[in-house]
C-alpha cells in the first residue's frame, strides 16, 4: 500500500529556511514520479516541484526557481524539499505525491495526475 508522510512544516520568518520530509513506504522511489504540491484555501493545488528521484533535474514552478530545492535519499525511501529566502506568499499546505503508476521519464506536472498523496503539512511564513 503506497504511502506518504510528510513532516517538517512550522512557521518561519521571511527570508528563512525550512526543509520539508516525506517519508514514503508501498514502493520504491525510483519506481515513479514523485511531486511537491502546495495549496492555498480557495486555490488549486499547485505544483511546487516535481521529479524522477533517477533523473539529473527537475522541475520547478517559476515562482519558487533558485530557492527551492527537491532531493532525495534513495536508500531510506525519503524525498526532501528545502526551501530558501522563504517569503510570506510561500505560505501553503505542502503535500508530497506520487502517481502511483509508471509514467516512463515524463513527470506529471498536474495535481489530477497524482493518484497518492500525503497528509500535508503546514508552512507558514511572517513578514
Known amino acids: 500500500q503506497v504511502q506518504l508522510v510528510e513532516s517538517g512544516g512550522g512557521l518561519v520568518q521571511a527570508g528563512g529556511s525550512l526543509t520539508l520530509s516525506c517519508a514514503a513506504s508501498g514502493f520504491t522511489l525510483e519506481q515513479y514520479a514523485i511531486g511537491w504540491f502546495r495549496q492555498v484555501p480557495g486555490k488549486e493545488r499547485e505544483g511546487v516541484t516535481i521529479a524522477r528521484t533517477t533523473a539529473d533535474s527537475a522541475y520547478y514552478a517559476d515562482s519558487v526557481k533558485d530557492r527551492f530545492t527537491f532531493s532525495s535519499d534513495d536508500a531510506a525511501n525519503v524525498v526532501y524539499l528545502r526551501m530558501h529566502t522563504l517569503k510570506p506568499e510561500d505560505t501553503a499546505v505542502y503535500y508530497c505525491?506520487?502517481?502511483?503508476?509508471?509514467?516512463?521519464?515524463?513527470?506529471?506536472?498536474?495535481?489530477?495526475?497524482?493518484?497518492?498523496w500525503g497528509q500535508g503539512t503546514q508552512v507558514t511564513v511572517s513578514s
Open positions: 505525491a506520487t502517481p502511483g503508476y509508471l509514467t516512463g521519464n515524463y513527470c506529471p506536472r498536474t495535481a489530477r495526475a497524482y493518484d497518492h
